[in-house]
T-cell receptor, first 116, second 114 residues
């Protein structure tokens, strides 16, 4: 089956620093990737849709300057949390569609971010 | 806007028994997809089953089956012969046929009692 990886799996950083999370589709090309945020015991909340070769589409209420998304290639999307604060501590999950249309999304294993 | 509701925050089932998880959704669209995802303690999202709205036949995957009632906008998941490994959070999800993003319900935490 399709595999999506994320790196790092967990990261601890100081308040005010920036953190980059990578999402890779390992055995397929993904024109679209998605970034979710999940707080403990809650559901996945879509943050943004990452489009290869164009700007990301952010969901309402998500600060685009805070969460920078770059979809540099058909297999890589990055999420950068800029000037991280403790309230940004969360579990971040990416997913990718193999090719759009009627395809199922495949999820990465997630990245746990802790901002001290 | 589309919404997905799961009215059971927590459920429990005896090992080897059957349990049904409820899901309702709201949409004005006629073509869409519905999913059940499982999230074990590892937090890796795992696709359990998928249903295309244009198909009348309920999807089945081994011990997992759904009861899809399009008019009622209901999409319940039945787990038969429950196993300890079925213990997890289960999320019902909706995806329009027109765009790729997936909307998740709030989830149901399933416990399996040995």
């Amino acid at each position: 089956g399709a595999v999506v990886s994320q790196h790092p799996s967990r990261v601890i950083c100081k308040s005010g620093t920036s953190v980059k999370i990578e999402c890779r589709s390992l055995d397929f090309q993904a024109t679209t990737m998605f970034w979710y945020r999940q707080f403990p015991k809650q559901s996945l909340m879509l943050m943004a849709t990452s489009n290869e070769g164009s700007k990301a589409t952010y969901e309402q209420g998500v600060e685009k300057d805070k969460f920078l998304i770059n979809h540099a290639s058909l297999t890589l999307s990055t999420l950068t949390v800029t000037s991280a604060h403790p309230e940004d501590s969360s579990f971040y999950i990416c997913s990718a569609n193999r090719g759009g249309g009627r395809e199922t999304q495949y999820f990465g294993p997630g990245t746990r971010l802790l901002v001290l | 806007a589309q919404t997905v509701t799961q009215s059971q925050p927590e459920m429990s089932v005896q090992e080897a028994e059957t349990v049904t998880l409820s899901c309702t959704y709201d949409t004005s669209e006629s073509d869409y997809y519905l999913f059940w995802y499982k999230q074990p303690p590892s937090r890796q999202m795992i696709l359990v089953i998928r249903q295309e709205a244009y198909k009348q036949q309920n999807a089945t995957e081994n011990r997992f089956s759904v009861n899809f009632q399009k008019a009622a906008k209901s999409f319940s998941l039945k787990i038969s012969d429950s196993q300890l490994g079925d213990a997890a959070m289960y999320f019902c999800a909706y995806r329009s046929a027109m765009w790729d993003k997936v909307i998740f319900g709030p989830g149901t935490s399933l416990s399996v009692i040995p």
